[in-house]
């Protein structure tokens, strides 16, 4: 394959890309190439060539929530991606690019003194893979404010659809299986105080330094697993971190994956660490607080590629 014959606009080409370049845990092997897209236009255009040569695709952002495998992946890869915002406002309805950062759309919105998004304020990864996976912080998550989004199927033909038929629950969306592709999103917010607001995304921000790794310097995909579902609607959602600490997690480690000192959900690496060694940690975490409690823990955190059952 010639990939120069994808060489959109706006568009770069990363043949053999290492996947381990674009996730915050740093690891995973090689794809067949990476198809960088900075803006709504050049994605479509790429998923219609794709489309055209019959060629299947994985879809990612900003890779903070993704395990890829060591040995890599058999598709092309596009990513989403981009650290210039592309944002708008009408009234209190802000449309922004998927591949705006999260961090950025939740500044702008400050910055324009509009209240809703601040939580989102430090947390990684792009506005459509916050969606995908309807991120959130402080019990808010973002579904809560979607007011409809531009998707687009596997052959680049897009509509707009109501946030309503989304199906958003705790930390997901019909988006993590329907194969669908977030385009932009259209957020209903609300008219806020710009200097309150400013000093809510400071201590939000300082709340997440004092209690998370600086994924810039620390590889890390966050919190490895979802929260404890309640059973009946009398009870609140229990930390995972509090049943994996209960359960002695803090003390594992697998080769270069360990577990982050201040917190028991959030998987760390260090020196020469594999994505199996992630993963491995990560199963004997869940059969710890099995064990203990009988509870199943679920993967917040997305496997990309082939690993050990
Ligand atoms: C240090 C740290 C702290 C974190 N804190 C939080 C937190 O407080 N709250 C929280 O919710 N999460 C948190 N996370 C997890 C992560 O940041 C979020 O899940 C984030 O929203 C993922 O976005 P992304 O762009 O990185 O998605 P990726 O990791 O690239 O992809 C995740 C999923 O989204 C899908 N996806 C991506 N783009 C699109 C698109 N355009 N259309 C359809 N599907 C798409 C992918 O296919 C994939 O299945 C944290 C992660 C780290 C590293």
Redesign the pocket.
Known sequence: MNWNELALDGVKIHPHARLSDYT?LRLGGICPCLLDCGNAKSLLETVRQLAHRKMDFI????????LVADAGLEQVVVR?YNETPAIRREGNLVEVE?ATL?DELAKYTVEQGLEGLVYGSG????A???V??N???FGRQIGDRVESVLLADRKGVTRWEKASLLDFGY?KSR??TSD???VSVRLQLEEGDRKSLTTERGEVIALRRSK??D?HTTP????FFKNIEPTSSAERRQAAGWFLEKAGAKEMHVGGARLFEKHANIIVTEGHCRAADVWALSQKMAEAVKVKFGLNLEPEV?KLGKFNP
């Open positions: 915050t879809l990612i952002g900003g890779g903070s929530n993704l989403y998927g999260l947390i990684p990864g792009t459509a893979g916050a995908a996976g991120a959130g912080a930390r988006l993590q669908e592709i977030l998370h790794p994924w890390t995909a966050g919190s997305r």
